[in-house]
Protein backbone atom coordinates (compact mmCIF):
# COMPACT_ATOMS: atom_id res chain seq x y z
CA UNK A 1 0.00 0.00 0.00
CA UNK A 2 1.37 3.62 -1.34
CA UNK A 3 -0.70 5.80 1.16
CA UNK A 4 1.58 8.64 2.63
CA UNK A 5 0.24 9.04 6.02
CA UNK A 6 -0.31 5.90 8.23
CA UNK A 7 -3.24 5.93 9.20
CA UNK A 8 -3.22 6.12 13.16
CA UNK A 9 -0.99 9.40 12.26
CA UNK A 10 2.67 10.24 13.65
CA UNK A 11 2.42 12.54 16.67
CA UNK A 12 3.64 15.86 15.36
CA UNK A 13 7.32 16.21 16.52
CA UNK A 14 8.17 18.57 19.66
CA UNK A 15 9.58 21.60 19.33
CA UNK A 16 13.64 20.77 20.12
CA UNK A 17 16.53 22.41 22.07
CA UNK A 18 16.99 24.54 18.29
CA UNK A 19 13.75 25.84 18.48
CA UNK A 20 14.55 27.29 21.88
CA UNK A 21 18.10 28.57 20.46
CA UNK A 22 15.52 30.12 17.33
CA UNK A 23 13.29 31.62 19.78
CA UNK A 24 16.42 33.39 21.92
CA UNK A 25 17.64 34.75 19.01
CA UNK A 26 14.46 36.19 17.65
CA UNK A 27 13.81 37.80 20.71
CA UNK A 28 17.16 39.20 20.54
CA UNK A 29 15.70 42.01 18.01
CA UNK A 30 13.18 42.86 21.10
CA UNK A 31 16.45 42.95 23.25
CA UNK A 32 17.22 46.83 24.97
CA UNK A 33 20.51 46.73 22.55
CA UNK A 34 21.53 48.05 19.49
CA UNK A 35 18.99 48.06 16.81
CA UNK A 36 20.68 48.04 13.30
CA UNK A 37 17.48 48.62 11.66
CA UNK A 38 16.96 51.98 13.14
CA UNK A 39 19.23 53.46 10.42
CA UNK A 40 17.46 51.80 7.10
CA UNK A 41 19.37 52.68 4.10
CA UNK A 42 16.60 53.50 1.24
CA UNK A 43 19.06 52.37 -1.27
CA UNK A 44 19.97 49.07 -0.16
CA UNK A 45 15.69 48.72 0.27
CA UNK A 46 15.04 49.59 -3.65
CA UNK A 47 18.04 47.41 -4.28
CA UNK A 48 17.03 44.43 -2.41
CA UNK A 49 12.99 45.21 -3.51
CA UNK A 50 14.82 45.29 -7.35
CA UNK A 51 16.61 41.72 -6.82
CA UNK A 52 13.20 40.34 -5.59
CA UNK A 53 11.17 41.46 -8.62
CA UNK A 54 13.42 40.20 -10.57
CA UNK A 55 13.63 36.80 -9.09
CA UNK A 56 9.44 36.64 -8.96
CA UNK A 57 9.56 37.65 -12.55
CA UNK A 58 12.18 35.03 -14.03
CA UNK A 59 10.34 32.38 -11.43
CA UNK A 60 7.44 32.84 -13.72
CA UNK A 61 9.25 32.85 -16.53
CA UNK A 62 11.13 29.62 -16.16
CA UNK A 63 8.10 27.96 -14.92
CA UNK A 64 5.81 29.14 -18.56
CA UNK A 65 9.03 28.08 -20.27
CA UNK A 66 9.03 24.47 -18.89
CA UNK A 67 12.64 24.04 -17.95
CA UNK A 68 13.59 24.73 -21.94
CA UNK A 69 17.23 26.85 -22.21
CA UNK A 70 16.24 30.44 -22.59
CA UNK A 71 15.57 31.28 -26.56
CA UNK A 72 17.86 33.95 -27.92
CA UNK A 73 15.78 36.15 -29.61
CA UNK A 74 16.05 36.51 -32.85
CA UNK A 75 15.45 39.39 -35.19
CA UNK A 76 15.56 40.46 -38.65
CA UNK A 77 18.33 40.75 -40.24
CA UNK A 78 20.10 38.26 -38.08
CA UNK A 79 21.69 34.80 -39.54
CA UNK A 80 18.87 31.73 -39.89
CA UNK A 81 20.84 29.15 -37.46
CA UNK A 82 21.85 26.29 -39.53
CA UNK A 83 20.74 22.58 -38.57
CA UNK A 84 20.70 19.65 -40.14
CA UNK A 85 16.90 17.60 -39.64
CA UNK A 86 16.30 14.13 -40.48
CA UNK A 87 13.51 14.22 -43.57
CA UNK A 88 9.97 12.76 -42.75
CA UNK A 89 10.91 10.83 -46.32
CA UNK A 90 14.05 9.48 -45.32
CA UNK A 91 17.73 11.17 -45.26
CA UNK A 92 18.44 14.40 -44.13
CA UNK A 93 18.18 17.96 -44.91
CA UNK A 94 20.86 20.96 -43.98
CA UNK A 95 19.41 24.43 -44.04
CA UNK A 96 22.56 25.97 -45.09
CA UNK A 97 22.33 23.40 -48.82
CA UNK A 98 19.48 25.70 -49.64
CA UNK A 99 21.56 28.76 -49.54
CA UNK A 100 20.57 31.62 -52.46
CA UNK A 101 17.09 30.52 -52.02
CA UNK A 102 14.68 31.89 -50.10
CA UNK A 103 13.55 30.07 -47.40
CA UNK A 104 9.84 29.75 -45.57
CA UNK A 105 10.70 27.84 -42.35
CA UNK A 106 7.40 26.52 -40.63
CA UNK A 107 6.99 25.27 -37.34
CA UNK A 108 4.07 22.86 -36.35
CA UNK A 109 2.60 20.14 -35.27
CA UNK A 110 -0.40 17.83 -36.76
CA UNK A 111 -2.29 18.37 -33.11
CA UNK A 112 -2.10 22.48 -34.33
CA UNK A 113 -5.56 23.81 -35.51
CA UNK A 114 -4.41 27.11 -36.65
CA UNK A 115 -1.34 25.28 -38.93
CA UNK A 116 -4.17 22.88 -40.42
CA UNK A 117 -5.77 26.09 -41.86
CA UNK A 118 -2.11 27.39 -43.14
CA UNK A 119 -0.86 24.62 -44.14
CA UNK A 120 -2.68 24.74 -47.71
CA UNK A 121 -1.88 28.02 -48.21
CA UNK A 122 1.97 27.14 -47.94
CA UNK A 123 1.17 24.87 -50.05
CA UNK A 124 -0.06 26.68 -52.63
CA UNK A 125 3.19 29.45 -51.86
CA UNK A 126 5.33 26.78 -53.11
CA UNK A 127 3.51 26.29 -56.24
CA UNK A 128 3.22 29.89 -56.91
CA UNK A 129 6.83 31.05 -56.06
CA UNK A 130 8.73 27.98 -56.33
CA UNK A 131 10.00 28.96 -59.76
CA UNK A 132 11.47 31.87 -58.20
CA UNK A 133 13.48 30.47 -55.88
CA UNK A 134 11.34 29.82 -52.53
CA UNK A 135 11.80 27.23 -50.91
CA UNK A 136 9.21 25.67 -47.71
CA UNK A 137 10.64 23.90 -45.38
CA UNK A 138 8.22 22.25 -42.34
CA UNK A 139 9.45 21.44 -39.10
CA UNK A 140 7.28 19.33 -37.30
CA UNK A 141 7.05 19.48 -33.44
CA UNK A 142 5.44 16.99 -32.77
CA UNK A 143 5.70 13.85 -30.23
CA UNK A 144 4.02 11.17 -32.28
CA UNK A 145 5.84 9.11 -34.40
CA UNK A 146 6.31 9.53 -38.58
CA UNK A 147 3.11 7.62 -39.44
CA UNK A 148 1.05 10.53 -38.10
CA UNK A 149 2.90 13.16 -39.44
CA UNK A 150 2.89 11.01 -42.61
CA UNK A 151 -0.71 10.67 -42.62
CA UNK A 152 -1.17 14.49 -42.11
CA UNK A 153 0.97 15.59 -44.70
CA UNK A 154 -0.52 13.27 -47.51
CA UNK A 155 -3.55 14.86 -46.22
CA UNK A 156 -2.73 18.52 -46.25
CA UNK A 157 -1.14 17.84 -50.13
CA UNK A 158 2.26 18.76 -48.57
CA UNK A 159 4.39 19.36 -51.58
CA UNK A 160 7.51 20.72 -49.80
CA UNK A 161 9.81 18.75 -47.30
CA UNK A 162 9.05 17.62 -44.10
CA UNK A 163 11.63 17.47 -41.17
CA UNK A 164 11.15 15.97 -38.13
CA UNK A 165 11.72 18.52 -35.54
CA UNK A 166 14.15 18.38 -32.50
CA UNK A 167 13.43 20.71 -29.27
CA UNK A 168 17.52 22.02 -29.34
CA UNK A 169 16.69 23.39 -33.22
CA UNK A 170 12.98 25.04 -31.75
CA UNK A 171 15.10 26.48 -29.20
CA UNK A 172 17.79 27.86 -31.74
CA UNK A 173 14.77 29.78 -33.21
CA UNK A 174 13.69 31.27 -29.79
CA UNK A 175 11.85 28.12 -28.03
CA UNK A 176 8.70 28.11 -30.53
CA UNK A 177 6.38 28.90 -27.62
CA UNK A 178 3.35 28.10 -29.80
CA UNK A 179 2.43 27.04 -33.10
CA UNK A 180 2.50 27.95 -36.16
CA UNK A 181 5.64 29.90 -36.28
CA UNK A 182 7.19 30.64 -39.50
CA UNK A 183 10.61 32.44 -40.50
CA UNK A 184 11.41 33.40 -43.42
CA UNK A 185 14.66 33.68 -44.84
CA UNK A 186 16.53 35.94 -47.55
CA UNK A 187 18.97 34.51 -49.99
CA UNK A 188 21.42 35.46 -48.22
CA UNK A 189 20.94 33.36 -45.22
CA UNK A 190 19.25 35.80 -42.81
CA UNK A 191 15.93 36.51 -41.11
CA UNK A 192 13.99 39.09 -43.07
CA UNK A 193 10.64 38.39 -41.11
CA UNK A 194 8.18 36.08 -39.06
CA UNK A 195 4.99 35.11 -38.30
CA UNK A 196 3.51 33.94 -35.18
CA UNK A 197 0.40 32.16 -35.02
CA UNK A 198 -2.25 31.89 -38.10
CA UNK A 199 -1.93 35.53 -39.75
CA UNK A 200 -3.38 35.64 -43.04
CA UNK A 201 -2.35 34.46 -46.45
CA UNK A 202 -1.71 38.16 -47.81
CA UNK A 203 1.26 38.34 -44.97
CA UNK A 204 2.62 35.18 -45.54
CA UNK A 205 2.99 36.24 -49.09
CA UNK A 206 4.19 39.74 -48.53
CA UNK A 207 6.63 38.13 -46.32
CA UNK A 208 8.13 35.34 -48.80
CA UNK A 209 8.20 38.43 -51.31
CA UNK A 210 10.36 40.07 -48.99
CA UNK A 211 12.58 36.66 -49.20
CA UNK A 212 12.79 36.47 -52.50
CA UNK A 213 13.86 40.12 -53.37
CA UNK A 214 16.99 39.62 -51.15
CA UNK A 215 20.67 39.00 -52.89
CA UNK A 216 22.13 35.83 -52.62
CA UNK A 217 25.26 36.39 -49.79
CA UNK A 218 28.75 35.99 -51.84
CA UNK A 219 30.68 35.08 -48.57
CA UNK A 220 29.58 31.28 -47.31
CA UNK A 221 29.31 32.99 -43.34
CA UNK A 222 26.27 33.66 -43.68
CA UNK A 223 24.17 30.78 -42.70
CA UNK A 224 25.39 30.40 -38.38
CA UNK A 225 27.17 26.75 -38.30
CA UNK A 226 25.30 24.49 -37.11
CA UNK A 227 25.77 22.78 -33.86
CA UNK B 1 17.33 63.46 -0.77
CA UNK B 2 13.96 62.59 -2.02
CA UNK B 3 14.11 58.92 -1.81
CA UNK B 4 14.62 58.93 1.63
CA UNK B 5 10.83 60.73 2.07
CA UNK B 6 9.92 57.27 0.16
CA UNK B 7 8.65 54.79 2.10
CA UNK B 8 11.00 51.96 1.75
CA UNK B 9 7.83 48.92 2.00
CA UNK B 10 5.55 50.59 -0.61
CA UNK B 11 8.87 50.50 -2.87
CA UNK B 12 9.18 46.98 -1.99
CA UNK B 13 5.62 46.23 -2.49
CA UNK B 14 5.59 48.35 -6.12
CA UNK B 15 8.59 46.64 -7.47
CA UNK B 16 7.10 43.25 -6.52
CA UNK B 17 3.95 43.69 -8.06
CA UNK B 18 5.82 45.32 -10.95
CA UNK B 19 7.78 42.17 -11.32
CA UNK B 20 4.75 40.12 -10.84
CA UNK B 21 2.62 42.25 -13.53
CA UNK B 22 5.85 41.98 -16.11
CA UNK B 23 5.82 38.75 -15.92
CA UNK B 24 2.49 37.62 -16.14
CA UNK B 25 2.24 39.93 -19.10
CA UNK B 26 3.45 36.96 -21.68
CA UNK B 27 0.79 34.74 -22.90
CA UNK B 28 0.69 31.58 -21.77
CA UNK B 29 -2.16 28.82 -21.19
CA UNK B 30 -3.00 27.63 -17.88
CA UNK B 31 -5.23 25.24 -16.53
CA UNK B 32 -5.90 25.57 -12.99
CA UNK B 33 -7.67 22.49 -10.27
CA UNK B 34 -9.82 24.45 -7.35
CA UNK B 35 -8.51 22.92 -3.58
CA UNK B 36 -10.59 19.37 -3.28
CA UNK B 37 -12.19 18.96 -0.34
CA UNK B 38 -11.53 16.06 1.70
CA UNK B 39 -13.49 12.95 0.36
CA UNK B 40 -14.78 10.33 2.95
CA UNK B 41 -15.08 6.67 1.13
CA UNK B 42 -15.97 3.97 2.79
CA UNK B 43 -14.92 0.58 2.11
CA UNK B 44 -16.48 -1.95 -0.36
CA UNK B 45 -18.38 0.79 -1.82
CA UNK B 46 -17.55 3.16 -4.65
CA UNK B 47 -17.49 7.37 -3.98
CA UNK B 48 -17.92 10.11 -6.71
CA UNK B 49 -15.05 12.79 -6.49
CA UNK B 50 -15.80 15.83 -8.48
CA UNK B 51 -12.66 17.49 -9.49
CA UNK B 52 -13.08 21.35 -10.88
CA UNK B 53 -10.61 23.04 -13.46
CA UNK B 54 -10.66 26.46 -14.96
CA UNK B 55 -9.04 27.00 -18.14
CA UNK B 56 -6.90 30.71 -18.07
CA UNK B 57 -9.05 33.30 -20.38
CA UNK B 58 -8.99 33.56 -23.92
CA UNK B 59 -7.67 29.41 -24.23
CA UNK B 60 -9.43 26.37 -25.09
CA UNK B 61 -8.29 23.09 -24.87
CA UNK B 62 -9.68 20.16 -27.13
CA UNK B 63 -12.15 17.63 -25.10
CA UNK B 64 -11.75 14.03 -23.92
CA UNK B 65 -13.61 13.40 -27.37
CA UNK B 66 -12.04 15.88 -29.73
CA UNK B 67 -13.84 15.43 -33.43
CA UNK B 68 -10.09 15.48 -34.90
CA UNK B 69 -8.11 12.53 -34.78
CA UNK B 70 -4.95 14.97 -34.99
CA UNK B 71 -6.41 16.20 -31.69
CA UNK B 72 -4.70 15.67 -28.43
CA UNK B 73 -7.68 14.69 -26.08
CA UNK B 74 -8.16 16.03 -22.29
CA UNK B 75 -7.63 12.99 -20.01
CA UNK B 76 -7.30 12.42 -16.39
CA UNK B 77 -4.41 9.27 -15.51
CA UNK B 78 -4.71 8.27 -11.80
CA UNK B 79 -2.43 6.84 -10.29
CA UNK B 80 -4.06 5.43 -7.22
CA UNK B 81 -2.42 3.07 -4.43
CA UNK B 82 -3.16 -0.61 -4.59
CA UNK B 83 -6.45 -1.75 -3.12
CA UNK B 84 -7.97 1.85 -3.90
CA UNK B 85 -9.64 1.22 -7.19
CA UNK B 86 -10.05 3.84 -10.00
CA UNK B 87 -13.63 3.31 -11.29
CA UNK B 88 -15.17 4.84 -14.21
CA UNK B 89 -14.02 8.52 -15.13
CA UNK B 90 -16.55 10.86 -16.46
CA UNK B 91 -15.69 13.72 -18.64
CA UNK B 92 -18.44 16.43 -19.38
CA UNK B 93 -19.41 17.13 -23.03
CA UNK B 94 -17.42 19.84 -24.88
CA UNK B 95 -18.56 22.96 -26.51
CA UNK B 96 -19.32 22.80 -29.99
CA UNK B 97 -17.37 25.72 -31.06
CA UNK B 98 -15.72 27.75 -34.25
CA UNK B 99 -12.81 29.64 -34.64
CA UNK B 100 -11.21 31.35 -36.88
CA UNK B 101 -8.94 29.62 -37.48
CA UNK B 102 -11.62 26.65 -38.18
CA UNK B 103 -14.75 28.85 -39.34
CA UNK B 104 -16.34 25.57 -40.92
CA UNK B 105 -15.50 22.57 -38.76
CA UNK B 106 -16.43 23.15 -35.01
CA UNK B 107 -14.22 21.89 -32.47
CA UNK B 108 -15.64 20.27 -29.24
CA UNK B 109 -13.31 21.66 -26.41
CA UNK B 110 -13.63 22.93 -22.93
CA UNK B 111 -12.97 26.54 -22.15
CA UNK B 112 -13.78 28.28 -18.60
CA UNK B 113 -15.00 26.12 -15.97
CA UNK B 114 -15.41 22.36 -16.29
CA UNK B 115 -15.70 19.32 -13.67
CA UNK B 116 -14.39 15.56 -14.10
CA UNK B 117 -15.76 13.32 -11.97
CA UNK B 118 -14.44 9.98 -10.96
CA UNK B 119 -14.84 6.91 -8.67
CA UNK B 120 -12.69 5.97 -6.16
CA UNK B 121 -13.91 2.38 -4.68
CA UNK B 122 -11.70 1.05 -1.31
CA UNK B 123 -11.42 -2.46 -1.39
CA UNK B 124 -12.02 -4.23 2.38
CA UNK B 125 -8.41 -4.78 2.76
CA UNK B 126 -7.73 -1.22 2.77
CA UNK B 127 -6.24 0.42 6.51
CA UNK B 128 -8.63 2.96 7.27
CA UNK B 129 -6.60 6.37 7.85
CA UNK B 130 -5.53 9.32 5.04
CA UNK B 131 -4.44 8.33 1.48
CA UNK B 132 -3.47 11.12 -1.14
CA UNK B 133 -4.43 10.54 -3.93
CA UNK B 134 -2.02 11.20 -7.81
CA UNK B 135 -2.55 12.02 -10.80
CA UNK B 136 -2.47 14.37 -13.60
CA UNK B 137 -4.10 15.71 -16.21
CA UNK B 138 -3.26 16.08 -19.74
CA UNK B 139 -4.60 18.71 -22.30
CA UNK B 140 -3.36 20.94 -24.92
CA UNK B 141 -4.24 24.73 -25.12
CA UNK B 142 -4.84 26.87 -28.33
CA UNK B 143 -6.30 30.65 -28.65
CA UNK B 144 -7.62 31.90 -31.38
CA UNK B 145 -4.51 32.01 -33.41
CA UNK B 146 -2.09 29.85 -32.31
CA UNK B 147 -1.42 26.49 -30.22
CA UNK B 148 0.83 25.26 -27.16
CA UNK B 149 2.32 22.41 -27.00
CA UNK B 150 0.63 19.42 -24.41
CA UNK B 151 1.33 19.98 -20.78
CA UNK B 152 0.17 17.68 -17.81
CA UNK B 153 -1.64 19.45 -14.60
CA UNK B 154 -0.85 17.50 -11.72
CA UNK B 155 -3.57 16.52 -9.59
CA UNK B 156 -3.69 15.28 -5.79
CA UNK B 157 -6.72 14.86 -3.26
CA UNK B 158 -7.21 13.56 -0.23
CA UNK B 159 -9.30 10.02 0.65
CA UNK B 160 -10.38 9.06 4.12
CA UNK B 161 -11.10 5.42 4.18
CA UNK B 162 -13.69 4.34 6.81
CA UNK B 163 -14.48 1.02 7.89
CA UNK B 164 -18.08 0.06 6.29
CA UNK B 165 -20.92 -0.54 9.11
CA UNK B 166 -20.78 -4.15 10.51
CA UNK B 167 -22.97 -6.43 9.25
CA UNK B 168 -26.25 -7.21 10.63
CA UNK B 169 -25.73 -10.90 12.16
CA UNK B 170 -28.81 -12.51 13.67
CA UNK B 171 -28.47 -12.76 17.24
CA UNK B 172 -30.38 -15.26 18.92
CA UNK B 173 -30.24 -13.39 22.32
CA UNK B 174 -32.03 -10.81 20.76
CA UNK B 175 -34.38 -12.43 18.41
CA UNK B 176 -38.23 -11.91 19.50
CA UNK B 177 -39.05 -15.46 19.25
CA UNK B 178 -36.50 -16.38 21.84
CA UNK B 179 -38.35 -16.21 25.61
CA UNK B 180 -37.16 -16.93 28.54
Known amino acids: MSNVEQPDGTPDPQPGPGDELNKS ?9 PVHGSGRNPLALVVVAVIAAAMVYFGFHMARRSGSDAPSILGKSTPAPDFTLEKLNGGNLKLSDLRGKAVLLNFWATWCGPCKIETPWLVEMQNQYGNQGLQVIG ?14 AK ?9 LGKEAVGDEYGGVPALPESFFIGRDGKIVDR ?23 TSAAALQPSK | MMLARINPRFVCCVALLC ?21 TAQRTEQTMVRLDFRVASGFHINSNAPKSEFLIPTALKMDLPTDIVLGKIEYPEGQDLAFPFSPDEKLSVYSGDFAINLAVHPLKSVVPGKYVMHGVLRYQACDNAQCFPPKTLPVSFDVKVVKEPPAHHANPAQSPHVHN
Open chain 1, 25 to 33: SNGGAQSPG
Open chain 2, 19 to 39: GAAWAQSGKSPSVSIAPVPLV
Open chain 1, 195 to 217: IIGLKGKAEIEDAIKKALKTEAA
Open chain 1, 155 to 163: DMGVNYPVL
Open chain 1, 139 to 152: VAMDDSGKDEISKF
